[in-house]
């Protein structure tokens, strides 16, 4: 269970703090207050043993002295891949720290993610005030707009330099952050002092070191509203079936956390535990005939070996995944016919209707919080680092780290245990 | 806007109410208590001038006299066809209306529609009583489950005899209805005196003579959410188009309601307005480019006839519709490929998500005085006929006249022009 | 229950319109429409037996022709009492109507009710145009603020004078009406050409020959909320009592439809049914020793007559009544004392969480449409009259005629019966 | 920081595990898994150079061996206090994990609290299988009810004994694990085998050594309902004043939260920071007089010191503590009628609405996994423990740790922080 090797959490910094911070409140983070990576009791009697320090991460908060003269920086939003609740949130709480917390007068909107750091497109940047976010935190979306994939890097800078921004929040998930160390490699390499911030936007909670992304707790609320259904209409009919297809191209976190908070699915595939056809279809088949339904969710990246063998490949050559919602839809059909089973099925697939909805309670406040802590480091002058949480404290987690890999559902885990508990499906299928 | 033909609102009867109703409460409705079909002016003039009364419809509610006798009835309940929200509040209404307003002892529930009637498929009537029904008014779908398609007549009317009962309640839409009329007819022809009552069941408020169906406004309240989702998916990308059909087969009720409580939408496509392809791309193009976004409600049943040409067909024969949503999204595509302008496109179907939600507050309401109608309604010995609902007050309508065509919008309606007024888009596409 | 006096519908008028509108759409609605005030077969023949014309009302939307040329004409808005659901919605389709469907340039906002049109407050009024009410439709509460009470009525004429605006709309209850048409005959005094067009704001839905005011249908389904909670706290302990106190000052509609939503409530007391505390309160020791508990709508205008004992008087010398609400409170709580029966009561009054909610789906169409008519009237010259909706049309009613009385729960009406019924207390308390 | 006293996390056992436990999952915890109380690194390098093992906890879950037989096993489960969402999820929870888990086949739930382990009151136990508790986690409140305060330690563990109950799941805040402890107490006395767990039930959050406890989500999700409403009714009026009186009799972890989500509110005061009656209604009156509007919210634990003034003793001569919210509603109104200046003060107290909800997704998700670890913690023996949560990992702490005082937030937190930052309050009112 213990690492080999040493997460390095080392943040990169601009240069020296020398401004006092303009917050007047108690409460500043020292530098040198740092939480345990892991907390488990044998992780950390293992590091000693090792007569080593345990790894731990930079507590996230505001400093006493800062880098930026708040007066003169220029300050840039960009928020960019799919839509999550609660993207409004994060470029408010951005806005108004800067603003109020320390007196910036002048903070961008980019508009259409990356796009928006490159000439050719010709969007103009938004200028964001109080005013301009009021009430933003109500509305799903994102209010700059958003597009995929990453802009030639030097192009970026370039924008980033002419506008003359010192502070740049990408919010974004992994390809974004990729994107955003290109940006801070590229400044370093100029010799400018432009900081980079990345907040980790990831509805599907699966950003390495950071235990919880925004947006993630909407999303599985929503879609227990759409297991609801999905479980009603598989008990409507005779051997009624019901295939749910949740987020989670890499991980299966909506899928296991959506198990957890209904109690009406039968059976839950995620990427992290693969299965065979004819397992699933056969335990499907005996649920069905035992109970007279059964509700299935399936996750968008479960069981893409299965698919790899349709041989298709889209214009770049890599071979193109078929859906595994509408592949399993066909299969179960099939299978039911071939044994002369009459089926019901029914296939929802929420995916637009959970991801543009405002950010809930919970993610509202914990928006605030992140944006805040945001702004915090981008303010003393931390570059290359995302925004992030773990143990109940917000951290600081270096972009390198946080792009070297996906955190996924341990198969081991008390989570999936506690999800195959609940389906009461077979831990291999 | 007259018609010719004066509608029959006639009831048929199984016989004389002779016995007291058990009901202590005053308010009871008299027999020539009717509610004039038409409430213009000009139509009651109309009337007058032509020397013939106007046509008018039983007001529903208790009666005096009934023609059953509670101690001695059973009394059955079946649910047919699609899930809508407010089935299970109906089912509640009857139950308990027999039970504590008439002191009924034997209510049987049906399971999965008409196969309940067949003594093939052999699934056992359920006992329902008060503590049965407790509490499922707040869940989505059928406690009894449903199935489509007819059954056998004459099997039907066997099981009804040999389980000894006197008075059937179809929850259903126009098919179910249908075969309500045909057990009713049986039953005539046996000479038997089996009392046929049916609750109007249908998602897209398209029953003739009835003003408004159970579920429908559930049904908008969540489109509108729907709606939500797909402007922000629209208003979130570069060029975004949100495409969301809703259901409507026959008529876009659904639809153009949703438009009236949203007002984000661009084009809103129905059954009753034709429309050409070329016409509704180019409108939608032109949209797009002008305001970098746009948003569209489509029908299930809209624009069919574009669809016909695929020239395929089902089983028995019939014209195979396909999906008139995939259909244009797929058309979009091509034609702003073609128009080399870019497009993002989001399309939603939530259309079960829809019809599991249990009813609100409204459809609550509306059920529970439907069922309680329905009931006084089977009291009284009255058959072969809908619980309606028109101006305000519930009524009686005859199945025959219920079936005998679909309820649509008209395209000079004030509701339709009201829908162009908000959407903003040409009355002809 | 036919009236011997007839209500007299008749609209007054600023002048001749000879003005072509500017509606492209088809669909204009000619003035001989009229929908009928009364739907009932029997009250036509009384009618034609009487040798009269069945009394109607104008069917409201666009005309051919209007009175205001929209290219000269200012426009106000007021909204005035308390906070309704909807009335965010109204404005803006107020607006919009205006401006995208005749023209009109110029509309204001009045500041805090009619405190906006006295110029002793001060209040400034805000510019109105389709940017400044984007959204608001989705915000509870009124974005002008309100105020009660009237203000000077020459006063009010002065400002609207200076102001040179021509079509005055308020949206307001009861007070609000008389005040408009104070101001309406202090136009028609100074021989002026100012329009007043009341839209009717009552959450109690208790304004005379109009079916439904827009916010009720929004109040009962967080009513609905309020009475499950009510329920949970009444079953949660041993001989619960749960006492919820609803909004309904003259008329119990909201209670008792709330009643019909939800099928926990053991008993509902509205301003209509006058009851003696110790009925009440026997039913309900007798209810509670039976059960193990009980749940209790009481309307705020219920049990006046048992308030007034306390003699107490308002600074004008009006009878000041106590809260029915608190009052049964102890009186439930003295009574279980007396009889030495453990009681363990719960109250809860949600007034200002029903009435500060944004219009649910159904309630945003009705305010979408109710604001067109209201425009459409005014465009005509039309005054003095309020929008109103009966029998699933918009009307227009003459504004004295909406405030000659107050509607009211009829206790002989199915409406009460069915409460009656639901609840099963005895029509007699 | 740094406590001197380390806290004693050592859990009580019956006895040895000799039985291999039914669960067929891998995944068992060992009992040396344990996680640390404080995840700081300085908490960690200070135990160490104390020479200390850093305070840690058992880790919750599965064991291999367990210690009750469950096929001879009888359980019993009360909940005690106020109602809290997901009462009724935790009571489900258990059973199922009894039932499916480990084979247990005889559970009751014991009515009305600690009530039902009296026999004084006559309570009849009610059986509790997986069919009883099929759904009710979908409401609110209990099914088992409650009742506040603690009976006969002896008869209740007569009752136990007289039941033959191996196994008791209390479920209630602090004054229900005191009379846990005692229960458990007593079983020691006695020499008794039966194992008493604690599952901490405190809408408040407010239990020590337990970083989260069940339904505070749910409460925070609504108090933002209530805060929006506030909201809307402050900015409704001329100098309106929005007072919002949340849950929190110690502590204000339900208040702090709010503001966090809701981005309205202008001041918080929580029992945990003093505040004086003039500093708080001088800022008032700035706030309102600056920005014509203000929101407060008050936890029902503040300023209880204003409140001691009045004298009043309850029954047992404790001081009785006023109103704070009535108490600040009046004291508002005063002041502001003293400074003449208008007030539009509109007071909400939601509490009952908020603690009858059904659990919201992450609450169920929650609750489900503390009633398994419940289960799996008591077929081990352990007692006189509760359920607990700490750092993402369910946990044992100890009864006697977890009464021996309050948990309550940090003024020099970041929480605390935050919530200033956000409300712009000044730190000392």
Same mark, same amino acid.
Request: hydrophobic share 40%; aromatic share 8%; glycine share 12%.
């Given at each position: 269970?213990?690492?080999?090797?040493?997460?390095?959490?080392?943040?990169?910094?601009?240069?020296?703090?020398?401004?006092?911070?303009?917050?007047?409140?108690?409460?500043?983070?020292?530098?040198?207050?740092?939480?345990?990576?892991?907390?488990?009791?044998?992780?950390?009697?293992?590091?000693?043993?090792?007569?080593?320090?345990?790894?731990?991460?930079?507590?996230?908060?505001?400093?006493?002295?800062?880098?930026?003269?708040?007066?003169?920086?220029?300050?840039?939003?960009?928020?960019?891949?799919?839509?999550?609740?609660?993207?409004?949130?994060?470029?408010?709480?951005?806005?108004?720290?800067?603003?109020?917390?320390?007196?910036?007068?002048?903070?961008?909107?980019?508009?259409?993610?990356?796009?928006?750091?490159?000439?050719?497109?010709?969007?103009?940047?938004?200028?964001?005030?109080?005013?301009?976010?009021?009430?933003?935190?109500?509305?799903?979306?994102?209010?700059?707009?958003?597009?995929?994939?990453?802009?030639?890097?030097?192009?970026?800078?370039? #924008?980033?330099?002419?506008?003359?921004? $010192? *502070? @740049?929040?990408?919010? /974004?998930?992994?390809?974004?952050?990729?994107? %955003?160390?290109?940006?801070?490699?590229?400044?370093?390499?100029?010799?400018?002092?432009?900081?980079?911030?990345?907040?980790?936007?990831?509805?599907?909670?699966?950003?390495?070191?950071?235990?919880?992304?925004?947006?993630?707790?909407?999303?599985?609320?929503?879609?227990?509203?759409?297991?609801?259904?999905?479980?009603?209409?598989? #008990?409507?009919?005779?051997?009624?079936? $019901? *295939? @749910?297809?949740?987020? /989670?191209?890499?991980?299966?976190?909506?899928? %296991?956390?959506?198990?957890?908070?209904?109690?009406?699915?039968?059976?839950?595939?995620?990427?992290?535990?693969?299965?065979?056809?004819?397992?699933?279809?056969?335990?499907?088949?005996?649920?069905?005939?035992?109970?007279?339904?059964?509700?299935?969710?399936?996750?968008?990246?479960?069981?893409?070996?299965?698919?790899?063998?349709?041989?298709?490949?889209?214009?770049?050559?890599?071979?193109?995944?078929?859906?595994?919602?509408?592949?399993?839809?066909?299969?179960?059909?099939?299978?039911?016919?071939?044994?002369?089973?009459?089926?019901?099925?029914?296939?929802?697939?929420?995916?637009?209707?959970?991801?543009?909805?405002?950010?809930?309670?919970?993610?509202?406040?914990?928006?605030?919080?992140?944006?805040?802590?945001?702004?915090?480091?981008?303010?003393?002058?931390?570059?290359?680092?995302?925004?992030?949480?773990?143990?109940?404290?917000?951290?600081?987690?270096?972009?390198?780290?946080?792009?070297?890999?996906?955190?996924?559902?341990?198969?081991?885990?008390?989570?999936?245990?506690?999800?195959?508990?609940?389906?009461?499906?077979?831990?291999?299928?």
């Amino acid at each position: 269970m213990i690492e080999e090797q040493y997460p390095d959490f080392t943040i990169s910094r601009l240069g020296e703090c020398r401004i006092p911070s303009p917050i007047k409140r108690r409460g500043f983070i020292h530098d040198e207050q740092r939480v345990l990576f892991r907390t488990t009791l044998a992780s950390v009697q293992a590091s000693i043993a090792q007569g080593k320090e345990p790894p731990s991460m930079e507590v996230a908060g505001a400093r006493e002295k800062i880098y930026f003269d708040p007066s003169k920086l220029k300050c840039a939003i960009v928020t960019c891949g799919g839509i999550c609740p609660g993207l409004n949130d994060v470029i408010r709480a951005i806005v108004l720290s800067l603003f109020h917390h320390y007196g910036v007068k002048k903070v961008f909107g980019l508009k259409y993610g990356y796009e928006g750091l490159s000439y050719r497109y010709g969007h103009a940047p938004v200028e964001l005030t109080p005013d301009a976010v009021e009430g933003i935190n109500e509305k799903g979306g994102t209010i700059l707009g958003s597009s995929r994939g990453n802009q030639d890097v030097g192009e970026m800078v370039d #924008t980033l330099e002419q506008m003359n921004i $010192g *502070l @740049l929040f990408t919010i /974004g998930g992994d390809g974004t952050l990729k994107g %955003a160390r290109g940006i801070s490699e590229e400044v370093t390499r100029r010799g400018l002092k432009i900081g980079v911030i990345g907040i980790p936007k990831t509805i599907d909670n699966d950003i390495l070191y950071i235990e919880k992304s925004f947006g993630f707790e909407t999303a599985v609320a929503e879609a227990k509203r759409a297991t609801y259904a999905t479980n009603v209409e598989a #008990t409507g009919a005779r051997n009624g079936v $019901g *295939l @749910l297809k949740l987020m /989670g191209r890499e991980s299966g976190f909506i899928s %296991a956390t959506t198990v957890l908070c209904d109690s009406n699915v039968n059976f839950c595939l995620i990427p992290e535990v693969p299965f065979t056809l004819k397992g699933f279809l056969a335990a499907l088949l005996e649920r069905v005939e035992k109970r007279g339904h059964a509700v299935v969710i399936v996750a968008e990246g479960a069981g893409q070996d299965l698919l790899q063998a349709t041989g298709e490949r889209d214009a770049s050559g890599n071979v193109r995944f078929a859906d595994i919602g509408l592949f399993l839809k066909s299969a179960i059909s099939t299978y039911f016919r071939e044994k002369e089973v009459e089926l019901n099925l029914k296939y929802i697939d929420p995916s637009y209707t959970i991801r543009t909805l405002p950010a809930n309670a919970h993610d509202s406040a914990f928006c605030l919080l992140l944006g805040h802590n945001a702004v915090h480091a981008g303010m003393t002058g931390r570059t290359n680092m995302v925004a992030g949480f773990s143990h109940g404290t917000f951290t600081h987690v270096p972009i390198p780290l946080a792009i070297s890999g996906r955190k996924k559902i341990d198969p081991e885990s008390g989570l999936w245990s506690s999800v195959l508990s609940t389906t009461g499906q077979e831990s291999t299928l």
